[in-house]
């Protein structure tokens, strides 16, 4: 596998790049629902969904203004060959269509986050799905994590949502779900899961989001 090799000087150099590329293709990031408390102590393991190109880029400035943590990406590993500036910001590889690689990659995930100061981005549905099915995929990867970790960790759900309306560009809409301890998740087993698909469920029903927002958009 292909291990994270953080440098700051990609970290500046990307700020900038994705500051402009974001402000070119979305009209404004907005937040529906509160904002969790994330326990400094502790490190944070973060479980988006996946519903476009965009993903990662979401994900790496949405955590950036929430946490100091150092972050850390799981990402497909040809892609990461493509892209190798990447694994300059915190992405390391995994293959999924090799058991061996896929559990190699898991325990270095648990090896990162022993540390406080990390957080972890794993996409539990694996792949691109569209971001409105209504059959999410959900893969077992988080709780391996969880029953291996001998400490305990949060977890975080977060869904986006690129919503179209009648601006020129789209907006990007975003809600937190409940937080978790890697230890409740080792009990159940089905927790990540149900907070993960409640939390995606709420978001994509328009009567859940503000009539204020809703106008602002269109």
């Avoid at 440098?7 to 907005?30: G, H, R, S, V």
């Amino acid at each position: 596998m292909i291990k994270a090799d953080h440098k700051k000087w990609a970290e500046i150099l990307f700020d900038l790049y994705l500051k402009n590329l974001l402000k070119k293709y979305f009209d404004q990031f907005i937040q529906i629902g509160e904002t969790p408390i994330i326990n400094e102590s502790k490190s944070l393991m973060i479980v988006p969904n996946h519903s476009s190109w965009w993903d990662g880029f979401f994900i790496y400035k949405l955590m950036k203004e929430y946490t100091n943590k150092v972050f850390y990406i799981m990402m497909l590993e040809e892609e990461l060959k493509r892209y190798w500036f990447f694994q300059k910001l915190g992405a390391y590889s995994i293959k999924q269509n090799n058991p061996k690689s896929v559990l190699e990659t898991l325990n270095y995930t648990i090896e990162l986050l022993k540390s406080k100061n990390n957080m972890t981005v794993i996409y539990p549905q694996g792949e691109i799905q569209p971001q409105e099915t209504n059959e999410i995929k959900f893969n077992q990867g988080v709780n391996y994590i969880c029953k291996k970790a001998d400490f305990e960790f949060q977890i975080l759900p977060v869904a986006f949502r690129i919503f179209y309306s009648n601006k020129k560009l789209p907006f990007v809409l975003h809600r937190f779900g409940d937080i978790t301890s890697s230890f409740a998740a080792k009990e159940d087993e089905s927790l990540i899961e149900k907070t993960f698909l409640e939390n995606h469920k709420i978001l994509f029903d328009n009567k859940s989001i503000p009539n204020k927002i809703l106008s602002n958009i269109n």
